[in-house]
Nanobody, 117 residues
Framework: QVQLVESGGGLVQAGGSLRLSCAAS????????MGWFRQAPGKGRQFVAE????????RYADSVKGRFTISGDNAKNTVYLQMNSLKPEDTAVYYC??????????WGQGTQVTVSS
């Protein structure tokens, strides 16, 4: 099994920045990718960004391109999401996820990000 623990959420004004972290533990040796998703009130879970562990190749949702940066530290089994130029529409619970098979099998508990206008 894999455990994921997120941190770094909070309240920030529009235009501000936050950095989310997600530490993985357990059976992480077969990690293929790690990613971030978010869920706003009354909406479904939405893909935000992911990074492939072997190549460090990132992929982003169009809504966050140019503002968010995903990075990973293989040695620490940790993935980060640097969020800049935050907008009120970025307000959501952000979830970290880990893929070992090509689909996201493991999920963190989520961290709240609130952007005030």
């Amino acid at each position: 099994q894999v455990q994921l623990v997120e941190s770094g959420g909070g309240l920030v004004q529009a235009g501000g920045s936050l950095r989310l972290s997600c530490a993985a533990s357990g059976r992480t040796f077969s990690t293929y990718a790690m990613g971030w998703f978010r869920q706003a009130p009354g909406k479904g879970r939405q893909f935000v960004a992911e990074i492939t562990w072997s190549t460090s190749s990132p992929r982003y949702a169009d809504s966050v391109k140019g503002r968010f940066t995903i990075s990973g530290d293989n040695a620490k089994n940790t993935v980060y999401l640097q969020m800049n130029s935050l907008k009120p529409e970025d307000t959501a619970v952000y979830y970290c996820a880990l893929s070992s098979t090509g689909t996201y099998d493991y999920w963190g508990q989520g961290t709240q990000v609130t952007v005030s206008s």
